[in-house]
């Protein structure tokens, strides 16, 4: 780099960092219901200054405004996971941006082969009892129409777990305020993004 280019760089805010070495890919949150996905995800788009993409909502629209309450109840999952398959299929396409999944989306090979492909995935990793104290009071959630939510949450847990650990980050979900999840999501990012990459660059390795 040139001195120039050397005082440009060092200009740039750690989110415009983040967004140059993002080009066109998304940021996909995955995790489980409750885990954040959707409030940290706006707030995370809003800081990077990129859109944010609510998978779910993108789903309803694309179902003339039926819920995924009402998807799952007239047309059942299976249905339900080939919509959400070809909705973040699209999104992904997209450009930069923020994109909130499903719970059970990154479950899915052809959808986790993608993200890896086209985006940076973050794992929101929350805790049973954080997530029952999120969801409890909520009845959109059809997975937990069940008579022991709790029960229902840690097998989900403990099924859908080590496929998010093949996401590329992982930012623990917990009861602290929003923003410091965000700043997390953001060190994280900027961690592999753009300081492993410059780490990378110097070593002589792609």
């Known amino acids: 780099m040139t001195e120039i280019a050397d005082r440009q760089q060092d200009s740039l805010t750690q989110e415009a960092r983040i967004v140059a070495a993002l080009g066109a890919r998304p940021v996909v949150l995955v995790g489980m219901m409750g885990s954040g996905k959707s409030t940290i995800g706006r707030r995370l788009g809003a800081r990077l200054n990129i859109p944010f993409l609510d998978a779910d909502h993108e789903i309803e629209v694309a179902h003339a405004g039926l819920t995924v309450s009402e998807i799952f109840a007239q047309h059942g999952e299976p249905y339900f996971r080939d919509g959400e398959a070809r909705v973040i299929a699209r999104l992904l396409e997209g450009g930069p941006c923020v994109i909130a999944t499903g719970g ?60 998010y650990r093949l996401a590329d980050l992982a ?24 300081s492993g990459a410059a780490s990378s660059s110097s070593n002589g390795t792609k």
Do not use: N
């Open 104 to 163: 059970g989306a990154f479950m899915r090979e052809e959808t986790r082969s993608r993200i890896h492909d086209k985006a940076v995935s973050v794992w929101l990793q929350a805790d049973g009892d954080v997530i029952l104290k999120r969801v409890k009071r909520r009845a959109d959630r059809p997975l937990l129409q069940t008579a022991d939510p709790a029960a229902t949450i840690e097998r989900l847990i403990a099924e859908r777990s080590p496929f």
């Open 171 to 194: 930012v623990a979900s917990r009861d602290v305020p929003h923003e410091k999840i965000v700043d997390e999501c953001i060190d994280a990012l900027h961690a592999r993004l753009v």
